[in-house]
């Protein structure tokens, strides 16, 4: 389902997707500070901003992802837009929810 979802995300964006990060071991996610969703096999971490990390944003919500991080300082090619389609059974806090990094 989470895969569907991706590319149904990706023929709206209507254009590549690069992934920085998808599955993670659980080892690997604690090691870079994750917060567990990477694990589950239902994140990821696209390689965008600007202009299009808000497009993005808008038809991931569209798309019925439920967990939205948005990292947009620093070099460009730092920046990312975090993506999960959780549950709140399944994490900490409400979903859907939208959060940045510092």
Do not use: C
């Not at 599955?23 to 901003?49: E, I, K, N």
Request: net charge neutral; charged share 25%.
């Amino acid at each position: 389902d989470f895969m569907d979802r991706l590319q149904a995300l990706r023929t709206a964006f209507k254009g590549p997707l690069k992934v920085n990060s998808g599955y993670r071991s659980p080892g690997h996610d604690r090691a870079v500070g994750g917060a567990g969703t990477h694990p589950t096999g239902r994140a990821v971490d696209l390689a965008v901003f600007g202009a299009d990390a808000l497009r993005l944003i808008e038809l991931a919500r569209d798309e019925g992802f439920t967990g939205i991080g948005v990292k947009q300082h620093g070099p460009i090619e730092k920046r990312f837009i975090h993506l999960d389609d959780l549950q709140n059974t399944e994490t900490r806090g409400p979903r859907p929810w939208l959060w940045t990094y510092d």
